[in-house]
């Protein structure tokens, strides 16, 4: 498995009581969702990283996964719906949202966590739980009610925000202390997010998102058996 860490600025972790576990944002790229392995590549991946904890100061800490689902196949026809029909980008933006409705529920059956959290109350109940869990998170209403008004870099409603931007941005909101980027490809040695969004690794706001967060984790989940890759700059 391919891993990159890039560092970028300290989150606010001031506000954490020290009874919460430690957060992880997990975007699943909507391309690994085209493949039959990936329940098994996703479960092996999480079990290691489970084992990679074990030694480490933080082990007897609780940690939340909250997964995100990338658009996949569904936000492609929705980009070319938009390119034959004209539709506006605000349109084709919750469009795409619902698409990650759609997959997110695909995301949750495969990995068989239950249903997806949908609530904005409910993910912040999880975590104040005070407990280790594993779920998937559907973002929509979140993002239609409540992203607005919280602090950090908003998201744009066009094209250059995607599900990488959107993980990036609920992570921020959550002071988590990672995000992980599961992907289909290596990050390339020498890049930073910039150079990153440049060759469509990842959206056009997900650099400025990124500086933001603590620590970003890329993860090319179809090399199940390589090396670690040059780490990604802020």
């Known amino acids: 498995m391919c891993t990159g860490t890039c560092s970028g600025f300290p989150g606010q972790r001031g506000c954490k009581r020290v009874t919460h576990p430690t957060v992880r944002v997990i975007k699943v790229g909507g391309s690994l969702l ?12 999480l079990a290691q ?3 990679e904890r074990v030694g480490e100061t933080f082990q007897r800490e609780a940690r939340v996964d909250i997964l995100i ?8 026809q929705v980009r070319q719906l938009d390119q034959r029909f004209g539709l506006g980008l605000e349109t084709s933006h919750w469009m795409s949202i619902s ?25 912040q109940a999880v975590i104040a739980g ?23 870099v908003l998201l744009t409603h066009d094209w250059n925000t995607t599900s990488d931007a959107i993980a990036g941005r609920l992570a921020r909101v959550l002071f988590a ?9 290596d990050c390339r040695p020498g890049n930073d997010w910039r150079m990153a969004a440049e060759q469509g690794l990842v959206d056009e ?19 199940v058996d390589g090396v670690s890759s040059a780490p990604l700059r802020s």
């Open 34 to 45: 085209e493949c039959e392995q990936l329940p098994q590549w996703l479960n092996n991946w």
């Open 49 to 51: 990283s489970d084992r």
């Open 69 to 76: 689902a990338g658009g996949g196949g569904f936000a492609d």
């Open 99 to 123: 698409a990650m409705t759609c997959t997110s529920q695909l995301l949750a059956s495969l990995l068989n966590v239950g249903t997806p959290h949908k609530r904005w109350n409910d993910l």
């Open 130 to 152: 005070g407990r280790s869990r594993r779920i998937v998170f559907d973002v929509h209403q979140w993002l239609a009610e409540r992203e607005r008004n919280q602090p950090g």
């Open 177 to 185: 202390d990672e995000l992980v980027l599961l992907k289909s490809t």
């Open 205 to 223: 706001r997900f650099p400025r998102i990124a500086a933001e967060l603590p620590r970003v984790v890329w993860v090319n989940l179809r090399q």
